[in-house]
C-alpha cells in the first residue's frame, strides 16, 4: 500500500522531533505539503530543511502548546501560506519517571499542561482551519492513557485526559465531516522519551523482550498508521484509539512497568 498526499496540508504539532518528526517525515515522502511546529525555533528551522530535502513544501513557526494565543497566531500563518488544514497531528508531549510522593506540585502540572491542556488549545485553534468536511485529526497518545504505571501517575492521568478529548470531538466534529482519532505509539527506536522510560540497557533489553515481535518500532510504523487514518481507506474510522506497539500493550508493558518500579523505588529517597 503506498499514500498519495500530494496537494493536501498536514500541520504535525511537536513535529520537530523524536516520533512526531517521524510522522512528518512520513507525510512529506507521500507528497504533502507539511507544517511543524514546536517550541524550539532551530528545531523547525531544522526539521523544516529537512522536509525540502524530501522533496516537500514545508514550513513551520515556533510555539509552545501551553500559550494558546501563539498557537493560533501560527495555525493562522499556515492557513495563509498552504490553505485549510487536511490533516493535523498533535503530537507535543512531556514525560519523566517520577515517583508520586517525590513529584512537586509544579512538576506534575507541567506534564498536564503540555499533553492535556495543549492537546485542548491544539484542538481548539486547529477547529476553524480544518477542511470540512474530509479533515483528519490524530492525537498522539500512550500507553500510560490504559495501562497504570508506577512512577508515571502524571502520564497517565494526562494521556487518559487525551484519549477521552479524542473520544468526545469524534463525536462532537463527526457531523461536520472532521474525524478524530488516537494513535498509541509503543516502545519506538531512537527517540527520547524512549531512553527515559529505559535508562538502562537492561531495561531497553527487557523492553524489547516484552514485544511479541521481539523488536522496537520505528517512527515510521507510527507515520504509516497516522497516514493510514487520514487516508480515504480510514474514511469510516472517526474516535478509536489504535495502538502500534508490536503487541507491547498485551502484556510485555507490565512486566516491564513493575521493573521501572522498583528500579525508580531503589533509586528513590523518598521517606528518608
Not at 508531549?93 to 492537546?119: E, H, Q, R, W, Y
Not at 466534529?173 to 529505559?198: C, D, F, Q, Y
Request: negative net charge.
Amino acid at each position: 500500500m503506498t499514500f498519495d498526499f500530494s496537494g493536501r496540508t498536514v500541520v504535525v504539532v511537536g513535529g520537530t522531533s523524536g516520533i512526531n518528526r517521524g510522522i512528518a517525515e512520513s507525510f512529506a515522502r507521500a507528497g504533502a505539503r507539511v507544517a511543524v511546529a514546536s517550541r524550539s525555533e532551530q528545531k523547525v528551522e531544522d526539521t523544516v530543511s529537512a522536509l525540502a530535502i524530501l522533496g516537500a513544501e514545508a514550513m513551520g513557526f515556533a510555539a509552545d502548546v501551553r500559550d494558546q494565543d501563539a498557537i493560533r497566531k501560527g495555525f493562522s500563518d499556515v492557513e495563509q501560506a498552504f490553505g485549510q488544514f487536511d490533516v493535523l497531528v498533535s503530537g507535543a508531549a512531556g514525560n519523566f519517571p517520577a515517583l508520586a510522593n517525590g513529584m512537586s506540585a509544579n512538576a506534575f502540572k507541567s506534564v498536564v499542561d503540555i499533553d492535556l491542556l495543549g492537546t485542548f488549545h491544539v484542538m481548539q485553534a486547529a477547529y476553524c482551519h480544518l477542511k470540512k468536511p474530509g479533515a483528519s485529526v490524530v492525537n498522539i497518545s500512550a500507553p500510560q492513557a490504559f495501562l497504570p504505571m508506577i512512577a508515571q501517575s502524571h502520564v497517565c492521568a494526562a494521556k487518559a485526559g487525551v484519549d477521552m478529548i479524542t473520544r468526545t470531538l469524534a463525536m462532537e466534529w463527526g457531523p461536520k465531516g472532521v474525524r478524530v482519532n488516537s494513535v498509541v505509539p509503543g516502545p519506538i527506536e531512537g527517540t527520547e522519551g524512549m531512553s527515559r522510560l529505559a535508562p538502562t540497557p537492561a531495561l531497553m533489553a527487557q523492553v524489547k523482550a516484552g514485544v511479541p515481535l521481539r523488536r522496537l518500532g520505528t517512527p515510521e510504523d507510527v507515520g504509516n498508521l497516522c497516514m493510514f487514518l487520514a487516508s480515504d481507506f480510514a474514511s469510516y474510522m472517526n474516535g478509536t484509539v489504535i495502538p502500534v506497539d508490536g503487541g507491547w500493550s498485551l502484556g510485555g508493558i507490565s512486566s516491564y512497568a513493575a521493573t521501572l518500579g522498583d528500579f525508580m523505588m531503589k533509586t528513590s529517597t523518598e521517606g528518608e
